[in-house]
Each structure stands twice: as C-alpha cells, then as structure tokens.
C-alpha cells in the first residue's frame, strides 16, 4: 500500500516531487486495475497541484459523488454516461487540500447491496465489500493513498475490514454530502480510506482545515468498553478472534478495558436502522425506482419491493428510537473513551455473489458517531479482518488516537 | 388565486374535469406570465393524471430543484440550459399524489438574495420576495393552485406574506431535499405556497401520505404566545400593525394569548444562523464559486467573499448555540400551542433592487419548526403584509390548525 504520511514526508524533504507521486498511482493503476477492476474510468494522465497538504496525493472517489471531469454513474445503467456539470462538496475539498482526482471507483448501485466485478485484492476470489468496493480495492491494492467512500449501513467499515485498509466513517455530517447521490438522508456519511490511522488522519484534517484531527505525538492510552452487539447476532470464528486478539493486545498495551452490555434501546435502534434507511431510500430514488424500475439493480429492487407498504408512522417511531438511543449512548461515552467492536462478522465471503453482511456497523451509522477500521488479523486464505474503533458524537480526533493505540498494540504484538 | 381546495371538490363532484383544470391554469399562465415572470419555463400542453389527490392541480416547481421533463437553472447562468437526469423527491412526491407539474417558477440565483425580474402582482412596482420568488407570484398572480418553494433564511414565508399567499416552511426534512440544489444542509427547507391554509394542509398532506395534516372539520382554540423578536430590530408599521391586528382577532376568537419574550439563548442562536448559513454554503458551492466565480451573482459572490474566513471552530459554536436554542425553545412550547410573529418588516419594498429582509424568519428556519403564514392586512398600495403562526419542532399539524384559526379570525374582523 502507498503510505500517504511517507509520500507526505518524502514530498516536503523534497526526495520525491508531487508530479513523480501522482504518476506513481497511475502506474499501479495501469499495471493493476485490469486484474482488480477497482475503478469506472481514470485519468490517462494527470499533474500534481503546486500547494496544498495534499499535493501529490491521488485520490479515488466513489462513483456516487458528482465529478465534472468524469462520468458520475452511480453503479447503475440509469446513469450511464451521466456528466454532473459540478463538482461534490468534498471533491472541492479535496482540490482545495491540493489532492489531484485521479479517477472514480466502483459502487454498487445506488451504494446499496447488488456487487460490482471489483476483486478483492488480497485474495481475488473473494469479494472486497461494498458498497465503497473500488476505493477499498483501490487502496488495499496500492493504487492509491487515498480514496472517498460512503457509509449507509456498512459500506466503508466492512469493505475496509476485508480489504485491511484503514478507514474512518466520520461523524455525521462532518463531510458534507452536496453532490454526493443519496440514499437515506438520515445516515449517508463521507469517508476516507488509506493504509493506516496516521494516514486518514491527516486526509481528514485537510479535507475539513481542523488540525485537531492530526494525531498528537504522543498517544493518550484509552479507556475502551468491549463491545460484542449480541443483538446482531454472533460473529464468524475470525470476526470474534480479531475483537479477542485487538482487545488483548490494547490491554496489554495498558489501556483499560471492561465488557460493555448496551442498554435495550441501543438494540431496539439497531432493529430501527433498516426502516429509516428503506423508507428514505423510498423518497431519495422515487424516481430511479418508479420510472426505470426495468433498470434497477435486482437485489436494491427486490429490498425496495419488500419496503414500499412502510408507513410515515413506523418511520417516526424508527426516528423516536433512533434519538432516544443517541441520548443512550452518550451516557456510555461518559465514562470510557471509545468502544471496541467488530468490523464485520469474519473475512470477506467467496467469490462476488454478496459484499458481505453490514450488522456490525448499521447501528452505529444511525447513531452518527465516528467508527474507525483497524485491520486486526490475517485469516485464511490471506484475508484480513479488522476491528472498530467509535468515539461519540463528534470525537472524530479521539475516535483517531484511539485507533492509532489499537493499531499500534496490534503491530507490537 | 385559485383554491385548491375548491378545485379538489369540483373534480371530485364532476363539476370539472381533471384536464380542464389543469387547462385553466395553463391559461392564466399565458395570459398572466408576460407581466409577471414567475415562470422560467412552463409546458405549453399538459395532461392531467387520472388518479391521486392531487389529480388536475397544476404545480410550480422553484428551479432550484432537479426535473427530468424540464431545464433546472438555478437562477444562474453556471447551469443555463442544464438538464438534470432525473426528478427531485419532493417532484416524484408530487408525481405519484397526481398532480401535473406545470412548470419551473424563479429563483434568486442559488436561492440567495439578488433579484429575479419577476414582479409582485399585487402591485408591480415591488418585488415579490425571494427566494421562491416565482412561486409566490404564481400562486397569488392565480396561475397555479399550488407551487413549491425552499426556505434556509427566510424564503418562503417572506414572499408568502408580500404576495398575500399562504406558505408553510414545515419541520426541518417533512419533505427531502434529494434532488434540491443545496445552499446550507442544516437549513434548506422545502415548503408549499397555496391560496390559504386549507390549501398548503392539503397540499402537504398529500405529498407525505400522512392524513393527519388535513384541517380537522372542528378547528381548535389555540394558546397563542405573541413574539415581537426584538433581537431582530424593530418592525416598520404596517408589519406591527398585522401582528397587533392578528393578535386582536385571533383573540376576539377566543384564543388565550400573552406576549412571550424569548430566552437570551434564543437571540444568540439568531445571531449565530448566518454563521451557519455561509459556512456551509461555501461548502456546498464550492464548484460554483471556486470554478466560476465571475458569473456569480453579484450580491450571493459578495456574501461568501465576506463570509470566506469563517473557521470550523466559529461554525461549531454556532451549531452548539442552535442545538442550546431548540431545547430551550421546546421548552417555551410546555404553556402554550404556537408563536405568533412577523412574517416580515413590513410590506413588499418598492422596486427590484432588493428581495426584502429575512430577519424575523431566520431563526425559526434553523430551529427546524413549522411555520405558516397567514395574510393579515392590506397596507398602502394594496401590499399584502402576513403574520407566521409557529409550532414545535414536528407539529406540523397544530401549525396549520392554529393558523387556520387565525385566518379565520381575521375574515371575520
């Protein structure tokens, strides 16, 4: 993978110039996407900007974010050879941090559940998870430093965890979604992957100017609250051996840990979360839905068909249960500092019939606090799995160092 | 101004066809539009559906919202000519409750402050408001029943109250905003403007599927806390004439009511929108003002020149004091039913200089609550001025009884 902290480092010491970087990941790409198919269209050539944070840095931007130099095709046929006249808000904020967009990577349809051809690069028999497929691949594969996915239910954390890449699925609504293709407005939420923490750390902190989210040279030691959402079920083997062996390493680390059992209303949000995101999604692609209905992806329909008689009153009590269980899990942040949980229930599952399972991830979409992807372990097959990290409400910065502990205890193991 | 109340029950007692009222329109728009330009572009034939509440009304959509049958400008040349791919949420909702959409009404470019051409048909020599400008004129110019705005300051219930229409800016997200052009996401509202309160409940009602916004057939009296928002200056004497005038009526009527003075939180949180309007806007423009900024209109380039320094941390406090503000304005709900307030300074000023003041519409846009303006006097120059009746956050439904019960108060006077 292609540390963006190191091209960071090499560009400021001047060893590498931002011209040779970007061309770095178009090489990659040239000798790798073919096998992979990680992206929808690419620059042929492209040139460093002169300034920026993020100069020299090549970034990849899912397919449901609106792009002026490229086709915005949202995984779907509906869209083909759709050209936004603008750019998404945080396309800009990338061009403003100095990054070049060096092309768009695959989404499933409408960032829903129907998989791409995207292979997952650690093992191609196997999916890379979706919906963020292309910008997971992209980055587990070293194409890219850096690239842009979304989160409705499980689309960064999961595809991260089975790919090995690091991601952080923001607060919500610390990146703007204008220009970005919606699904359920309540829960779709910008995010970043890269190689590691330090590295999404620092596209985060110039995406959004808050030098907060930089990590500190030093790395507070947290206290941590095990958590196993039994409400979703039990995890995999190597779901719940990657939690075991993260929670071990962070306590030997020094952090300080305890199980967490989450109060009842946690899990009645979890059981909420699908009624929101199908009842908005209803609204959001009303028209995709109801005039090109021949056209939409198989597995999206059929959720649709299954969702269309939800009622604006099981909405709002989904709603009720949703604001009751943030007040909830704000009183849980008082006295740890983040939770550790599963990333997704085990490795990423064979071949491309599925991108895998999003129930360790949608209830903390709904709850719109920040989650970071820790890679954790090496199962079989050579496939990874990973952790989460997840601050409250706005700690995006802690949500970070927390991470970093986690990934630096797991590196010392 | 025609009702749509009144259309819906000639063409459910076949006294009208569907088409023919949907030809009635298109008419008064041929022989209206010219004087007035409330419409960017309109059909020249149109159909009626053959179902749906909503069947035989002709709407307006603001041209800052996507339509697939229609160009989407948003009141700048940047999209001059621009077709969207496919229909806004609020469009499909309004498809699939069968009405006919008519046409694209104007907008201040981007739905900020400089003026369109359109003209105020209660007297042509003043603005009509803005932003929604077109849609208010439409509908109090009696070319259409029912037309659709947005409000993030003060868009919607400004023109309702200078053209003498009804308007409600419901809850923050009744209605999506999928589809609409963003200027800032924690305030764009959409609403609807009709001849009266029957008709925006009706309206409404029919685009959410949720039966309980239509007006009882027994209206209730209403406790009414009366808010002259004296952190927002001073009235001019025509706008402290309508609300004495509503006051007086409503409580001839029967209501309770006493003055109410707002919690100091609430004036800081008045203080703190624009805060938050320009942030975000600079965000969620970016393309617009980054890449084309010599066809930016000239007063909204201005707003965000001024506005460009704003840090993250000046923006976060800025949410913190409207977060502060909405508990502290639930709270002012516990004793009493609505606000009652200015809708504007006072009547439509004269010209096109200026679409008028947003003052005391501002904070109820960020505090997310549902408001209605009601006529209330004709001052000078036959230039309607308004009064808002305000609910809590979510009671959509109490808003629009409460207003109907001031309407009816004040043509009873």
């Given at each position: 993978m292609i540390s963006l902290a190191e091209l960071q480092r090499r560009i400021d010491a001047g060893e590498l110039s931002a011209d040779a970087a970007i061309a770095q990941s178009l090489e990659a790409i040239g000798a790798q996407d073919e096998a992979i198919g990680a992206f929808v269209c690419h620059a042929d050539h492209a040139r460093a900007q002169s300034a920026g944070p993020l100069r020299g840095i090549a970034v990849g931007i899912k397919d449901i974010m609106d792009t002026a130099d490229f086709p915005t095709e949202m995984g779907s046929p509906i869209y083909r050879g759709h050209r936004p006249r603008g750019d998404a808000a945080v396309v800009m904020l990338l061009k403003q941090a100095?990054?070049?967009?060096?092309g768009k990577t695959t989404t499933t349809a409408f960032a829903s559940v129907d998989p791409t051809a995207t292979l997952n690069p650690r093992n191609q028999a196997h999916t890379p998870g979706g919906s963020s497929s292309g910008s997971a691949a992209a980055v587990a594969a070293g194409m890219v430093p850096l690239a842009l996915g979304t989160q409705t239910g499980g689309s960064m954390i999961r595809p991260a965890s089975f790919c090995g890449v690091a991601a952080i699925k923001p607060s919500y609504r610390l990146l703007p979604t204008v220009g970005v293709k919606c699904y359920s407005w309540t829960l779709d939420t910008v995010g970043l992957f890269a190689s590691g923490v330090d590295d999404v750390a620092r596209g985060l902190a110039a995406m959004t100017g808050r030098g907060e989210l930089l990590l500190p040279s030093t790395i507070a030691t947290p206290r941590i609250g095990v958590v196993t959402q039994d409400f979703a079920g039990a995890p995999e083997a190597s779901g719940a051996e990657a939690l075991r062996i993260a929670a071990k390493a962070a306590e030997r680390a020094g952090a300080s840990l305890r199980e967490l059992t989450m109060p009842a209303i946690i899990a009645e949000a979890w059981r909420a979360q699908p009624v929101v995101q199908e009842f908005e999604a209803h609204r959001a692609l009303a028209w995709e839905y109801r005039e090109n209905y021949d056209a939409m992806a198989p597995l999206l329909r059929a959720r649709l068909d299954d969702s269309r008689d939800t009622t604006p009153a099981a909405y709002d009590a989904a709603v009720e249960t949703a604001d009751r269980a943030r007040q909830a899990l704000a009183r849980v942040f008082e006295d740890i500092d983040v939770l550790l949980t599963l990333s997704a229930p085990g490795a990423a599952p064979h071949g491309l019939a599925s991108t895998g399972d999003a129930r360790y991830n949608r209830l903390w979409t709904l709850m719109g606090v920040p989650c970071v992807n820790v890679p954790a372990l090496i199962a079989d097959g050579g496939l990874p799995v990973g952790v989460q990290v997840i601050a409250r409400y706005g700690a995006d910065a802690q949500a970070l160092v927390a991470a970093r502990f986690v990934e630096q205890a797991l590196a010392r193991r």
């Open positions: 100095g990054a070049t967009i060096i």
